[in-house]
């Protein structure tokens, strides 16, 4: 009787998990503990030693701005830093042999084509979009074409699997839909199937020149997206997405020293946590994979024999065979089984506190920065019908993004995006200025507190604000999200640490700690 076919799982390894020799190392033994009863297939991003600002997708994107400045040749020697760099990493990680030649051989290759490519970009003095795509993708490219050669000097049978090219059809930049995504995941499934099925493919993170370029259609860290395509196109047992944080925990870590890990979360609450500031993965990731009914599981690189917080699909069911699946992670700590650990109702996290998901309290606490509000005063004595939507086209035209909106019959407020171009805003301003007065407010923060449990709280907002001018945090303006799973509100930026940790401590551990 045929063998039946091992669960897959896609594992995902951000820029830090493999940013030098050891990592990669240890990424190995990751990937290697979990092929015993899975088959596994990998998706990197570009290595990053420290802070992804430091890494390699943003030093190619500091050589591509070199390019366009006259006399200089400083993108040659960032260049060169990056090839050294990776050359580096395969002395160190990769055994001597043919995968390691050939592993050098490659790399050196890609660098000296990026090298002619930024020469070539001088010489026209331009770049497009899509080159910057194309230049950003060498780091990627590295990565994976490295640690491919890794695993094979380890006796694992993997290929490295380069999606340069996968985008092969024509997309309107400015109407890229689902029916984009839909194309991507089943030309995906086509490349991984190719790759056999006793086979590690080693993807890299970067998926192409996507139009109207991967930095604005997608945004940095485009590789979780490419790992959750992946996943839906092979429909994968689960998505692993590997950092250097433990998992989504219930504030901010590094501003809120109290948070504590999460066992699991919703997608929704997930989704709302990312868009307000706590971008543990990239926003697009959970909408594709919670589609096809797939859990995604965090976890830390740095310390795999953590639990991890999974994000669990509505009406997800446990596969049937989740028996038979074991795994351990290096340390010898078994990984619960796929659907076993999903459903529990009290878990202890790494401060030996247990959050118990029958407690009513909200699940996490968020803040963004760097927001801008306007408040526009209606100029008419009796309002136009026309004046919010004077407000919003004028806004869109400049492709502006409001974050949150509160409303009167004369008045709007609205905190907007982070990352507003100041010349875009000025025109958007001179329009606005025709409906009404207009001021702007400077430097203040999203303060967002999430949970799906808060529908049936009552009194919560009460909580918050309370909490609030205890602490003597001044509120610009309130919204309470029609999911209801989010009340927010804008208050300063330098008083924004200090309510993060107030309404954490008070309003969701409350009891817990006290
Ligand atoms: N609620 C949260 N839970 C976990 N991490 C959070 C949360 N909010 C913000 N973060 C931050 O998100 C970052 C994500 O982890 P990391 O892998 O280091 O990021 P990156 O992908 O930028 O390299 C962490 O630095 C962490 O401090
Ligand atoms: N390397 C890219 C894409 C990415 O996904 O990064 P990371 O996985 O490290 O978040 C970036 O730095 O944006």
Same mark, same amino acid.
């Given at each position: 009787m045929a063998k039946p076919a091992l669960p897959i799982v896609v594992q995902k390894y951000g820029g830090t998990s493999v940013g030098s020799a050891e990592r990669m190392l240890e990424v190995a033994e990751i990937v290697k503990s979990n092929l015993k009863s899975n088959r596994v297939i990998v998706v990197l991003s570009a290595m990053s030693s420290h802070k992804k600002a430091e890494g390699t997708t943003?030093?190619?994107?500091?050589?591509?701005?070199?390019?366009?400045?006259?006399?200089? @040749?400083?993108?040659?020697?960032?260049?060169?830093i990056i090839e050294e760099g990776h050359l580096k990493t395969i002395e160190n990680a990769v055994a001597e042999g043919p995968a390691r030649a050939e592993a050098e051989r490659d790399v050196k290759a890609e660098c000296s084509r990026l090298r002619s490519f930024m020469a070539a970009a001088e010489v026209i003095d331009e770049i497009s979009p899509r080159s910057r795509d194309v230049m950003i993708s060498t780091g990627e490219?590295?990565?994976?074409?490295?640690?491919?050669?890794?695993? @094979?000097?380890?006796?694992?049978?993997?290929?490295?699997?380069?999606?340069?090219? %996968?985008?092969?059809?024509?997309?309107?930049?400015?109407?890229?839909?689902?029916t984009f995504y839909d194309y991507l995941t089943q030309r995906l499934a086509v490349v991984i199937e190719g790759c056999g099925e006793n086979t590690v493919p080693v993807?890299?993170?970067?998926? $192409?020149?996507?139009?109207g370029s991967i930095l604005s259609t997608i945004g940095r860290g485009y590789t979780d997206l490419t790992a959750a395509l992946i996943a839906v196109g092979?429909?994968?047992?689960?998505?692993?997405?590997?950092?250097?944080?433990? $998992?989504?925990?219930?504030?901010?870590?590094?501003?809120?020293?109290?948070? %504590?890990?999460?066992?699991?979360?919703?997608?929704?609450?997930?989704?709302?946590?990312?868009?307000? $500031?706590?971008?543990?993965?990239?926003?697009?990731?959970?909408? @594709?994979?919670?589609?096809?009914?797939?859990?995604?599981?965090?976890?830390?690189?740095f310390k795999p024999d953590g639990d991890g917080t999974v994000i669990i699909p509505e009406g997800w069911v446990p596969p049937q065979h989740a028996e038979s699946i074991e795994c351990l992670t290096p340390g010898g700590t078994r990984i619960p089984k796929l659907g076993e650990d999903y459903l529990g109702s009290k878990t202890p996290n790494g401060n030996g506190l247990a959050l118990s998901e029958d407690q009513k309290r909200p699940t996490a606490v968020t803040i963004k920065d760097h927001v801008i509000v306007l408040n526009v005063h209606s100029n008419r004595k009796s309002v136009s019908h026309g004046f919010f939507a004077h407000i919003? %086209?004028?806004?869109?035209?400049?492709?502006?993004?409001?974050?949150?909106?509160?409303?009167?019959?004369?008045?709007?407020?609205?905190a907007l995006s982070p990352n507003v171009k100041e010349s875009k805003l000025e025109r958007a301003l001179v329009e606005l200025r025709k409906y009404g007065t207009v001021d702007v407010i400077r430097n203040m923060a999203i303060l967002s507190l999430v949970g799906k449990q808060m529908r049936n709280m009552v009194g919560i907002a009460g909580l918050m604000f309370e909490t609030l001018a205890k602490?003597?945090?001044?509120?610009?303006?309130?919204?309470?999200?029609?999911?209801?799973?989010?009340?927010?509100?804008?208050i300063e930026e330098e008083r924004a640490e200090t309510a993060l940790r107030a309404i954490h401590d008070e309003c969701i551990l409350g009891d817990i700690c006290s």
């Amino acid at each position: 009787m045929a063998k039946p076919a091992l669960p897959i799982v896609v594992q995902k390894y951000g820029g830090t998990s493999v940013g030098s020799a050891e990592r990669m190392l240890e990424v190995a033994e990751i990937v290697k503990s979990n092929l015993k009863s899975n088959r596994v297939i990998v998706v990197l991003s570009a290595m990053s030693s420290h802070k992804k600002a430091e890494g390699t997708t943003s030093r190619l994107l500091e050589a591509a701005k070199e390019v366009l400045k006259p006399n200089s @040749q400083r993108y040659l020697d960032i260049v060169n830093i990056i090839e050294e760099g990776h050359l580096k990493t395969i002395e160190n990680a990769v055994a001597e042999g043919p995968a390691r030649a050939e592993a050098e051989r490659d790399v050196k290759a890609e660098c000296s084509r990026l090298r002619s490519f930024m020469a070539a970009a001088e010489v026209i003095d331009e770049i497009s979009p899509r080159s910057r795509d194309v230049m950003i993708s060498t780091g990627e490219k590295l990565s994976a074409r490295i640690f491919a050669a890794l695993l @094979q000097s380890q006796g694992v049978d993997a290929v490295y699997v380069n999606l340069e090219k %996968l985008i092969e059809a024509q997309f309107d930049e400015k109407a890229i839909d689902q029916t984009f995504y839909d194309y991507l995941t089943q030309r995906l499934a086509v490349v991984i199937e190719g790759c056999g099925e006793n086979t590690v493919p080693v993807v890299t993170g970067y998926l $192409g020149p996507v139009p109207g370029s991967i930095l604005s259609t997608i945004g940095r860290g485009y590789t979780d997206l490419t790992a959750a395509l992946i996943a839906v196109g092979v429909a994968a047992r689960e998505l692993q997405i590997w950092k250097e944080v433990d $998992g989504i925990f219930t504030a901010d870590p590094r501003k809120a020293p109290k948070a %504590l890990l999460l066992a699991s979360i919703s997608p929704e609450e997930a989704a709302e946590l990312t868009y307000y $500031g706590s971008e543990v993965i990239h926003p697009f990731t959970m909408e @594709q994979v919670i589609r096809a009914s797939i859990p995604i599981r965090i976890k830390n690189t740095f310390k795999p024999d953590g639990d991890g917080t999974v994000i669990i699909p509505e009406g997800w069911v446990p596969p049937q065979h989740a028996e038979s699946i074991e795994c351990l992670t290096p340390g010898g700590t078994r990984i619960p089984k796929l659907g076993e650990d999903y459903l529990g109702s009290k878990t202890p996290n790494g401060n030996g506190l247990a959050l118990s998901e029958d407690q009513k309290r909200p699940t996490a606490v968020t803040i963004k920065d760097h927001v801008i509000v306007l408040n526009v005063h209606s100029n008419r004595k009796s309002v136009s019908h026309g004046f919010f939507a004077h407000i919003f %086209l004028a806004l869109d035209r400049y492709g502006i993004v409001v974050d949150l909106i509160s409303t009167s019959e004369v008045h709007v407020s609205m905190a907007l995006s982070p990352n507003v171009k100041e010349s875009k805003l000025e025109r958007a301003l001179v329009e606005l200025r025709k409906y009404g007065t207009v001021d702007v407010i400077r430097n203040m923060a999203i303060l967002s507190l999430v949970g799906k449990q808060m529908r049936n709280m009552v009194g919560i907002a009460g909580l918050m604000f309370e909490t609030l001018a205890k602490h003597n945090v001044n509120i610009e303006m309130i919204s309470q999200g029609a999911s209801e799973i989010n009340i927010s509100c804008v208050i300063e930026e330098e008083r924004a640490e200090t309510a993060l940790r107030a309404i954490h401590d008070e309003c969701i551990l409350g009891d817990i700690c006290s």
